[in-house]
């Protein structure tokens, strides 16, 4: 999509929105200055590298630097408190956790998901592996869900309670009729760990962290969480559907462009359309699903419909956690 | 000096920080089960020895000299105050304002008085920082007041 | 492919001359930030990881590696001349490194810490390459178990390097422990003694309260007194250099120190840490005259630079054949070589021989550059001590304050930074061990997870400690420990008795 398109773009939405044309002149003057993008993890780690990779080309676009800030702390929640304090041209690449489950789990956590935020797009979503070590008894999911059958039997590791892979062990267990044996660890390094020295049975793990220990036979993946195969493990079985499982069963994590509440929807429009531009290209398509991501261009109406689904979803796997314990 | 005062006050702080943390740990935090334990059985172990090792180093002080050492009041407010206003200043003044507050309050306290090297210390100092933070590192950093709100 | 063709193969990948110049650029950078106090490897390589996504693999990996290492030469600068130490790591060092340099041997402790950790990466290096499979299962022969019983056995050996009473040593530890706790915990996800501050979610930064601890109470102590005894005397050249007498005392603590790096380091985590602490605690224990650690023994600098030089070599088996990453960095490591599309992992010595014996050779070449380049800056940094601290001690706080707030450019920690300044100060003053109070810091939370995880494992059995043979090994050294120390320290108690 060309400059022209853009500009056009952006002051449809203007309209569209019934702001006034002040609004729309202010849209083609932006930005004035740097972009901020704050993201909740250090440097190398996966959001950061989503950041990065949308940072560049989203530069090159605006015609203005685009600093991406790191500013890791309480699983991505600080960045978007940083996002929200500083103001100016501020926005957040974050994970889904600080939009959908951390109004939960920490109680001041001092902003308002539904209120505070506007989502712009979403970047990538993954899902998750149910993994187990080479030498488990069962092969496919209906095996894994036989062995389950007797309570706490089969233990999995998470990182961290609350975390997106306790949560989605959580549903499949509930969804599967089973009760599954919670074991917290910090990283899906030492669930693997754990599993290849044979302390636990089970993980639902990011695909990349599994496929390494795959290939060389250690360790084998039962099922994919997503709606659809998922390209970067195409041979692993989308567990919805199968083994007595509903047909609409879906995990995912995902990786999203957020603004505050009060930025100009012209704006917002403007970074919408850059970003699924950026996103449009095979080259960022091929790098997200080396690093385990899946491209997701869509609207800002996507990601809200997205954070109203999860926020729901996920709330209620915390209720049913927190009642039996 | 009858008493070692140092290891007397130290004992009693310690303890009494033990009994607190077992305290506050015992209230608000759940104990839990061998099998799953809970986030309270650390803090409140962990509280009571500290009680108990607190004990020991106070009870035996208290019939035995000890050494005087000074303790530098007017070297530690001025540190302390120091890091508070580079800390609650930064993102409003910028760094560079930032550190030439900070170093004037820091050099307060040196044996040398007088106003005269210490602007020069001043302007040495955040010439550094502009040279090697701002320019070199390109730290993200508010550099000038109202960078960030 | 045999090992030796591997690094014959590695010899070509990193003498490329692309390949060389970013191990010497990695180099130099390393060294400059990790002078910097606080300023440790992970802010280096975030400033130089938008370049790793235009060079090639092997360049990008190499240069990332010698930052690593670099800025653990550079950090040592810093422990040693100011005792300002940004990682638990370099806090042993300060432990006879900074007496060293106020009795005016601070060029034969800046030459002793970098001697050491050369020495130290390159027979770490060599164990890497003689070993690498063994260390490689070693990771995976771990359990929670096993790390919980390592860890407190870790922390009672290293109980003795404080000075000074048992029980004032053990109050610093729990004392750290306690502090560990501060944060989310990772097995319930309740919020401990955060009172309601998301900054303090995910615990008390580990920078802040190391610069706290050692480096502003120092400041703080030294102000007055620094001023009377005025700027050291100057130094000949010749005093830079260790007598032969120092020299034949480095080579033992060495080879120890290289050992126990060696080993642990090949365990992800905290591998680095604790094999520097016992390092320092087995140096102690086997000198002849164990008064004089803590007040400038060149032994206490050697043994932990080495063990913890060596340990980050051997840190890199578990991340590159088991695609398990020990720390942060190992872990930013890892993410560099995904981008370039190599997959770490038990298929990387088969898919990428050339990638991971081209690592390990630019291993040794990086610490050559290190050595050759840091050897003559030891002038320079021990000039620097001439300039009067009055000088020195304003431009030392802003350095810690912007040092603090890198991390993760968080203004909460400069404030927390005043109160643990205050805290360590009237601790050194009372002749606590702000050491162990960092080690506690640092192993408390480890213990504590991997003590209730392994519990969780055996479904709420304690047995699984004396099942499980390594637990038990180092269940009975730790019990051997405590009671061989008892009885020393009663036999001591007696002739002091018996003396006065």
């Known amino acids: ?23 729309a002149a202010m849209a083609q003057d932006w930005p004035a200055g740097p972009v901020h993008i704050f993201v909740g993890f250090p440097a190398g780690s996966s959001p950061d590298t989503i950041a990065r990779l949308v940072a560049e080309p989203l530069a090159e676009a605006l015609g203005k630097p685009v600093v991406v800030e790191n500013r890791p702390g309480a699983g991505g929640v600080i960045a978007v408190q940083q996002m929200l304090a500083r103001g100016g041209d501020s926005f957040s690449i974050n994970i889904n956790g600080p939009l959908t489950t951390a109004q939960r789990l920490i109680p001041d956590l001092g902003y308002d998901p539904a209120t505070d935020i506007a989502p712009v797009g979403l970047i990538a979503t993954s899902p998750l592996v149910l993994a187990v070590g080479a030498d488990f008894p069962a092969d496919d999911l209906a095996g894994f869900i036989d062995a389950a059958a007797e309570p706490e039997a089969i233990s999995y590791g ?17 969804a599967a009729g089973v009760q599954l044996f919670h074991i917290p660890f910090q990283s899906y390094a030492e669930v693997t760990t754990s599993i290849l ?17 795959v290939e060389a036979g250690k ?72 690093m385990g991501w899946q491209a997701q261009p869509g609207t800002p109406e996507d990601l809200a419909q997205r954070i109203t689904d999860d926020t729901a979803l996920w709330g209620g796997v915390i209720d049913t956690v927190q009642a039996t314990q | ?55 020991l180093i106070a009870i035996p002080a208290m019939g035995r000299p000890g050494q005087r050492r000074p303790f530098a009041w007017p070297e530690t407010i001025a540190v302390v105050t120091a890091l508070l206003v580079f800390g609650l200043a930064l993102d409003g003044l910028g760094v560079l304002l930032t550190t030439a507050l900070t170093v004037l309050i820091a050099s307060a306290v040196a044996p040398r008085r007088g106003l005269g090297w210490r602007l020069g210390l001043t302007i040495a100092v955040t010439a550094l920082v502009w040279l090697v933070f701002v320019q070199g590192l390109n730290m993200s950093l508010p550099v000038w007041p109202g960078a960030w709100r | 492919m045999t090992t030796m063709e591997g690094l014959a193969h590695g010899l070509a990948v990193a003498l490329q001359p692309g390949v060389l110049i970013y191990s010497l650029l990695g180099a130099v950078l390393g060294t400059l930030v990790g002078v910097l106090p606080g300023i440790g490897a992970m802010a280096a390589i975030t400033l130089l990881l938008p370049i790793t996504y235009y060079i090639s693999s092997e360049a990008a990996l190499v240069m990332l590696a010698a930052v690593y290492y670099g800025a653990q030469y550079g950090g040592a600068v810093a422990s040693i001349l100011l005792r300002l130490p940004g990682t638990p790591q370099s806090a042993v060092t300060t432990l006879d490194g900074y007496p060293m340099a106020q009795q005016g041997r601070a060029g034969v402790a800046l ?40 860890m407190v056995l870790g922390l009672v050996a290293a109980s003795t390097i404080g000075e000074g009473r048992l029980s004032k040593s053990l109050a610093m530890v729990v004392l750290g422990v306690i502090l560990g706790c501060v944060g989310t915990d990772v097995n319930s996800g309740a919020q401990r003694f955060t009172f309601g501050q998301v900054q ?24 007055r007194k620094a001023e009377h005894d005025g700027p050291p005397a100057r130094v000949s050249l010749r005093e830079l250099v260790p007598t032969r007498d120092d020299l034949r005392r480095l080579v033992a603590p060495i080879a120890r120190g ?11 985590g905290t591998g680095s840490t604790i094999s520097s602490f016992l390092s320092y605690a087995l140096e102690r224990r086997v000198a002849r005259q164990p008064e004089r650690f803590g007040k400038g023994a060149i032994e206490g600098v050697a043994g932990p630079e080495a063990a913890n030089n060596s340990a980050s070599i051997t840190a890199f088996v578990p991340t590159l054949t088991l695609g398990i990453p020990g720390d942060p960095i190992m872990a930013l490591m890892l993410g560099a070589l995904v981008i370039h599309g190599i997959q770490p992992g038990p298929m990387m010595l088969e898919a990428h021989p050339d990638m991971f014996w081209g690592l390990v050779i630019s291993f040794g070449i990086g610490n050559l550059f290190l050595l050759v380049l840091n050897l003559p800056l030891i002038g320079i940094w021990v000039a620097m001590l001439r300039i009067p601290f009055r000088w020195l001690y304003p431009a030392i706080i802003i350095f810690v304050c912007l040092g603090v707030y890198s991390v993760r450019g968080s203004t909460f920690d400069i404030v927390m930074v005043a109160g643990i300044g205050v805290i360590g100060y009237a601790l050194t003053q009372a002749a606590f061990s702000p050491a162990l109070l960092l080690l506690g810091f640092v192993l408390g939370p480890l213990i504590e997870t991997n003590l209730r995880r392994a519990l969780l494992i055996s479904r709420g059995d304690p047995m699984i400690f004396l099942e499980r043979p390594i637990a038990c090994g180092f269940g009975i050294a730790t019990v051997a420990l405590l009671i061989y120390g008892f009885v020393k320290h009663r036999k001591h108690g007696l002739q002091e008795k018996r003396g006065s």
């Open chain 1, 1 to 23: 999509m060309n400059h022209r398109q853009t500009r056009r773009a952006a002051v449809a939405a203007a309209l569209l929105a019934g702001c006034a044309l002040s609004s």
């Open chain 1, 158 to 174: 998470s990182v961290g309670e609350g975390s997106g892979a306790h949560l989605t062990a959580e549903l499949f267990a509930d």
């Open chain 1, 197 to 213: 020295g044979g302390e636990i049975d089970s993980g639902f793990m990011a695909p990349s962290a599994a496929l390494p220990q």
């Open chain 1, 219 to 290: 360790m084998k993946m039962l099922g994919v969480t997503s709606a659809e195969p998922f390209a970067q493990v195409p041979d692993v079985p989308v567990i919805a559907g199968i083994a007595g499982l509903p047909d609409d069963f879906r995990a995912e994590l995902w990786n999203a462009f957020i603004a505050p509440a009060a930025t100009d929807p012209a704006v917002i429009e403007r970074l919408n359309t850059e970003l699924n531009t950026i996103l449009a290209d095979d080259k960022v398509r091929e790098r997200l699903l080396a």
């Open chain 2, 1 to 55: 000096m009858r008493r070692d005062l140092y290891d007397l006050g130290w004992g009693v702080i310690l303890a009494l920080t033990g009994l607190a943390v077992a305290g506050y740990a015992w209230v608000s935090y759940d104990m839990g089960s061998l099998r799953r334990m809970g986030p309270g059985f650390f803090p409140v172990t962990l509280g009571l020895l500290l009680a108990g090792l607190g004990a």
């Open chain 3, 111 to 150: 030459f002793t810490a970098m001697i050491s950790s050369f020495a130290g990466s390159m027979l770490g290096i060599v164990i890497l390459v003689l070993l690498a499979g063994g260390l490689s299962q070693l990771a995976t022969s771990f359990g929670a178990a096993d790390y919980a019983a390592m």
């Open chain 3, 200 to 223: 303090l979610l995910d615990g008390i930064n580990l920078v802040a309260l190391a610069m706290g601890l050692f480096g502003l109470a120092e400041i703080i102590g030294n102000i």
């Open chain 3, 258 to 268: 290289t050992a126990l790096g060696g080993f642990f380091g090949a365990l992800p």
